[in-house]
């Protein structure tokens, strides 16, 4: 659990909804008080440069298609000249549809297609649809349409659908001077080019180490000894990639090995993206400032369930003493186990834990990784996993004949009562260039009597050569993970305004389903249903038990660890980033949140990606953390695959979609507000 790399994994889990959230704050984010006279007619809009190659000249033409069509949706709202309410909230919808597929879908491109050229041309394509986006959010001609809407009228999500309009449309400046909405709108564009330089600076920095001999590899797993032939040179190349780094970390007995790859590691996208976070991080907050926050943070907390950078800083604190008792006891178990190895070890390293965590869950739990993940070939995973979602949920999964973007993406459809409800992609193995955690990024939402919901989980797991390549059990927990919030994308895809539909509920609500579901990959029964080594033995009900007890063991290290990068996230955005020297800072917050300590010379934060997508809020993970043991308790009681207590859960908290607050859709399901209680009695039990 101490992982950090898993855990990175997991958190970038649903990039998309953090995507199509920020676009659509974006779109939504209010600003130029443009009249309809000051609305740039399309003819007037740049030109558009196709590329010379074939692909990504199809791509970006179907892109210009769709920009057009939101072109002349926006410059339409200054010829209204009557419309009834309900009228002006459809076109509204009419216009979030193509923006929401545009923008989801370069979203993916840029991440995932195998074509170079096209994941440029999917950047391009992003970026002006992030233009148009600003420009809508800073429409005066849709807001003062807006404010004059009879709210008194409208049913429940209508009502909240002009609310949260209205809101974000505050939140934009809409009612700033011209001088201001146009440097509000000149900082949005900016602000999107330095992120996307951030995240490509990681997607492509990933860097390799040579070994010299095999020996060197001495404690790793045969088959990736196998996979890890010398080169003509007689060197042994490993990269930063998950499925290179991970078993290193884990099982190689040679320290050095392990943290010169963690150094790389710790160093992917380092020096370049020092400078661009630097300027990520004051062009934020200039905007902020614009806007009458006094930090970034402040802004960005606002519309969350936390509501403020002090609140968020209260939550860690918080879990933060609750943790730190069993972090501390964890510690010094580590520590006596690395004397065995090393007499004169005063202290455990980061690229130290995994390994002798590994040891320890081995040793005192007798919970061998290499001997658990024999029941986990990838095939039948993902056949599991589809079975426990037919059987919770009652829904059919079946191959969708359609053309994907690789011939390594497989497609699905997914039926509730013989009709499908949505359509989903795996593209789950590692490809050069392409993203490199795993996410669920929305393609298209699913809209009432218009569309279905699309959307595919990214992924970087073993099984691309050989479908009966071995997952990690952490890899399984990953895949169900992701599944989750597939499953919540499919299942709410029946709203019809696109701005609740899928996973656009409160950012810091939006892990919590998934953050849930990982507890069935902890479940005896749940994983007799599907694992299973090569001779077809199903995995020991002893084993898993091991498995549950080794799994406690570095949960206060875990802890710790997520409050690093959550403090992290929220400290180089809560203030002028003027005052802040970003290694200075970053190392001192390891520091104090990390039993590990810094490593001298690493500089983690340049291939932390979540500064860019998530800025201040990694704490969401942690909270949402808090929300997910609570609502898991309720199938504890109930029972984990009881089809009854599934379709109450997927009815009361997944299929509103945002249409609700958060905090009322876990009341609903509860019967009572979510509380602290088990997550707190989850970090105290006795191990
Ligand atoms: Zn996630």
């Not at 590329?51 to 179907?62: F, H």
């Not at 590899?217 to 010398?230: A, E, S, T």
């Not at 001192?588 to 990390?594: F, G, L, R």
């Not at 500064?611 to 929300?627: D, E, K, P, Q």
């Amino acid at each position: 659990m101490a992982d950090d790399s898993f855990t990175i994994h997991k958190i970038s889990a649903h990039m998309s909804a953090a995507f199509i959230c920020c676009f659509l704050t974006a779109c939504q984010h209010p600003n130029s008080a443009k009249t309809a006279a000051q609305v740039t007619p399309p003819t007037q809009r740049p030109a558009w440069e196709l590329p010379e190659d074939a692909d990504a000249k199809t791509y970006l033409a179907g892109c210009e298609t769709g920009f057009k069509q939101v072109a002349a949706e926006l410059d339409s709202f200054s010829t209204i000249k009557s419309i009834t309410d309900l009228a002006l909230l459809d076109k509204l919808n009419k216009m979030d549809l193509v923006l929401d597929k545009q923008l989801s879908t370069a979203g993916l491109y840029s991440s995932v297609h195998p074509n170079k050229n096209v994941r440029s041309a999917a950047e391009e394509c992003e970026q002006h649809f992030v233009e148009i986006n600003t420009d809508i959010s800073l429409s005066r001609t849709i807001y003062d349409q807006l404010k004059g809407v009879d709210q008194t009228k409208l049913n429940a999500e209508d009502k909240r659908y002009v609310e949260h309009l209205l809101r974000d449309y505050h939140r934009s400046g809409v009612d700033k001077d011209q001088v201001t909405r146009d440097r509000i709108k000149k900082l949005s564009e900016e602000i999107n080019l330095v992120g996307q330089q951030f995240d490509k600076n990681y997607r492509e920095g990933g860097k390799q180490i040579e070994v010299n001999s095999v020996k060197e590899l001495k404690g790793l797993p045969q088959d990736y000894i196998d996979h890890h032939k010398p080169n003509a040179a007689g060197k042994i190349i490993i990269t930063t990639d998950t499925p290179d780094y991970m078993p290193v970390m884990q099982y190689a007995e040679n320290d050095a090995l392990r943290e010169r790859l963690y150094r790389t590691y710790r160093d992917m996208a380092y020096p370049e993206n020092k400078a661009v976070l630097e300027n990520l991080m004051s062009k934020r907050y200039e905007f902020a400032q614009l806007l009458d926050y006094p930090d970034y943070a402040t802004y960005v907390t606002e519309d969350k369930m936390i509501k403020s950078p002090k609140n968020a800083q209260e939550f860690i604190d918080k879990v933060s003493a609750l943790a730190t008792p069993r972090a501390q006891q964890e510690y010094q178990v580590l520590l006596k186990r690395l004397q065995k190895i090393d007499p004169k070890a005063t202290r455990v390293n980061d690229w130290q834990k995994m390994y002798i965590e590994q040891l320890i869950k081995k040793e005192k739990y007798q919970v061998d990784a290499q001997k658990i993940r024999q029941y986990f070939p990838f095939a039948k995973v993902q056949q599991g996993i589809f079975d426990l979602t037919q059987t919770m949920f009652g829904v059919t999964i079946r191959p969708w004949q359609t053309e994907t973007w690789d011939p390594s993406v497989k497609a699905f459809e997914i039926l509730d009562n013989n009709q499908v409800i949505g359509r989903f992609y795996l593209d789950m193995h590692p490809r050069d260039g392409k993203y490199k955690h795993a996410a669920q990024f929305g393609i298209q939402s699913g809209i009432k009597g218009v569309q279905l919901p699309i959307a595919a989980l990214v992924c970087n797991f073993p099984g691309g050569e050989n479908p009966n390549d071995l997952m990690e059990h952490n890899d399984v927990e990953t895949f169900l993970h992701e599944f989750g919030h597939l499953l919540h994308t499919m299942f709410s895809g029946n709203h019809e305004r696109v701005a609740f539909s899928g996973t656009k509920t409160e950012w810091d609500f939006v892990e919590a389903p998934s953050q849930m579901l990982e507890e069935w990959v902890w479940d005896a029964d749940t994983l007799a249903s599907f694992a299973r080594n090569e001779k077809g033995e199903v995995i020991p009900k002893e084993l898993v038990n091991k498995m549950r007890a080794g799994r406690d063991f570095g949960r206060g290290l875990w802890t710790k660890h997520q409050l690093f990068y959550a403090a992290t996230s929220l400290n180089i955005y809560n203030k002028n980033p003027s005052t802040i020297d970003i290694d200075k800072t970053t190392a001192e917050i390891q520091a104090a949140y990390s039993p590990f300590g810094y490593v001298d010379g690493t500089h983690f934060y340049a291939s932390f990606g979540h500064l860019n997508g998530y800025s201040a809020i990694y704490y969401t993970y942690m909270w949402s953390l808090v929300i997910a043991s609570d609502m898991f308790s309720e199938f504890e009681k109930e029972g984990l695959r009881n089809p009854k207590v599934a379709q109450r859960y997927r009815a009361t908290v997944l299929a509103p979609g945002g249409a609700k607050d958060a905090a009322n859709l876990v009341s609903d399901f509860l019967g009572r507000p979510f509380s602290f209680d088990a997550f707190a009695k989850n970090l105290e039990k006795a191990h």
